[in-house]
């Protein structure tokens, strides 16, 4: 078996040769093409091929679902942002903003329709339980961005309700991602569901993981600029874990996210979060959902050999190896 | 075989019958419910229903896929509405009217997959035969979509590149409705194409029927205010025919699309048609689909008894029993 970055390489390549339809149609593909183009770790698809070569499959077998999982991904993006109203996205401007809303949502909707395409490139055999996975795991993932959005204008979320949503909303898809892969390479379904259950709390992780570097990273390794998620009130892992403290902290909390984006109120909220060891806090459960992944790891009867790069990406979407 | 009307209310009850979850998630569902429960002829799912029983199939088998094609209409009305910018729809505010424009990107989005979920809910030997179909026709939809916006702005439309512009954005979708229906009731390919072809040539006829009711239709039967389309300077089949004319009506009708909406732009441009004879071709070029629709209906090799229910359904859709 390759490296985690040998499968991304792969994947990303394939994305690349991928032609579309120009001439008349190229305002309905260019946006598609400029989304697809974007780069990006490829996690998703780079996952999927390693969960096939695991079972031992052969990752050309699974490709075209691969490239289905990453259009899958990058059609939710289109439409998050324009319903997040983002103008930018991996550092350039969304599509959106590049073309206009109607083009992010015509373009979108084309993405799903090719995405569900892709995904159907499977083994007849397959292809009814893994059509279902995906279309299920397509509803969470909505569910999940209604949940996302309904949450900011609430003041009575939890941790619990936010690990909820970034299930649905974030480890549903590198679940199913991973569970196709398996179900691709000749994984059984038992097996190929602890494949889920492993992309699932790897998902859980991530996002914590990701919350995290908005306010203790750095700009450069995180590829945005440090404490927009405090700028924007994000209800983050960080944010509600700080909730939860006594009245007083709490009460601090609230009038700092009064204030008006800047450096100022990030410097406010992080020295709250340092007060309440909200880095410690959110690190712990990093590893705790990280240890779950690799509890589900062990359950799915990878041979000992293949599971090592398993472990690796979890280490590297978890920050151990930053 | 029963009539189209029973069909259409057969599929009608089982629509009503759609449980959605409820709960947190009822901003997202309903949206959903309250697109499916507007109404309207159910012209898809009835015809897919009918040419499933027209070669001697039963109805309730196909009762899934036809609920699932008309979420997929529904959820091309919801997205079309936020990029047409359409406040009403069948009479009642859009969704994006009466809620926002985020509802109603998301619970579209989230109709596509119900509407893949419900189609994939047919006999595993044609899963994949009936699935491709279906995606090769959302493609479509959205190209005929992208290419209707793109002939907004331009002013160098044909009538033969009107035709080719809805045989995608609605033609398509009838002929996959009946070919996916015959497919179920048992038909081969190659009569189920037909079936296709006859769906097809009947949408192109409905459309330009449609846009004929625009102009010379009573407010009453058409469920639309007469006119709306001239004072929208929309290229219809009826436009496009005008502008094929001497350069001088053609300068007529530039000038009158230039007025502000009204009854003045209305009589106008309608007394225009009238010297012109619009009407008379376009009733021509219904009539021209239409047995086009019958022709393919012939070679589909249906029993002669069950045809009948289909010429009745294109004469009532191409109003020569209005």
Redesign the interface.
Known sequence: MKSFSDYSALVDKAIKDINY?DG??A??YEPIQYAMSAGGKRLRPGLMLMSCEAFGGDASAAMDAACGIEMFHNFTLL?DD??DNSDTRRGRPSVHAKWN??SA??S???M???A??LI?KVP?SR??LI??IF??M??RV??G???D??FEKRDDITKEDYIRMIMDKTGALIGAAAQIGALIGGASEKEAQEMYEYGMMLGIAFQIQDDWLDVYGDAYTFGKPIGGDINNNKKTYLLLSAMECDPAQRKALVDAMALAPGETKVRIVTNIYDRLKISEISRKAVGHYSALATAALKRAGIPEENKELFRKLTDKLTGRKI
């Open positions: 339809p008349e149609l305002s309905l439409h324009v319903m809303t109607n949502i015509l979108g909707d084309t799903l329709t090719l569900t395409r159907s007849d292809l009814r059509l279902d279309n299920n397509a509803i909505y569910e961005q209604a949940m959005m309904d």
